[in-house]
């Protein structure tokens, strides 16, 4: 089932059909919808191309064999964080050919890259909370554009909202997040 005859379905939506029937299609949707945020993710923490893709398979895997067992609210973030746990035990793993790597091209200051990892997923957690906080019609344009990856005319088109207003629901939508983030983040420190 390619993605695109299923991008008005939602995440939630489709993990609710996949519970209805056990369709793996529907499943296969959504992790082909997020392939590229784990590819990043495996390539963020294991600096090496085939070992992310490999991971990502893995990760894949992982997903099929666990989705049925969890009630998941929100996909990407449960997943992010699949894959996220996936490649730290990569990386924990004394056995594997991919940790010395590591340990070449990252030997000075570990301590350091745990606490960028730390702040990259609080800001990810910030980023989710705030764009929950955006009026209705910036939430929905926001999300379309940067999540999604539609254009401005299918924002319109699925929206009914005319050019300039997605445009302009999108420019405030981002800089309201902006502030938003730059809120959460003085609050948290």
Known sequence: MPTHRHDHITDSELLDLYAKDSNSDWIGILLERYTLLLLGVCMKYLKNESEARD?????????LTEVGRYRIE????WIYMVAKNHCLMKLRDGNGRHVQDIDDVQLP???DK????LNDERTYSFLEEAIEELNPEQKQCVTLFY?????YQQIAEMTGFDGMKVKSHIQNGKRNLRLLLEKKLKQRK
């Open 109 to 111: 200051a570990p301590a």
């Open 147 to 151: 999540l999604r990856k539609k254009s």
């Open 114 to 117: 745990t606490e960028d990892l």
């Open 55 to 63: 991971a990502v398979q893995q990760v894949f895997l992982k997903v």
């Open 74 to 77: 929100y996909f990407k973030s």
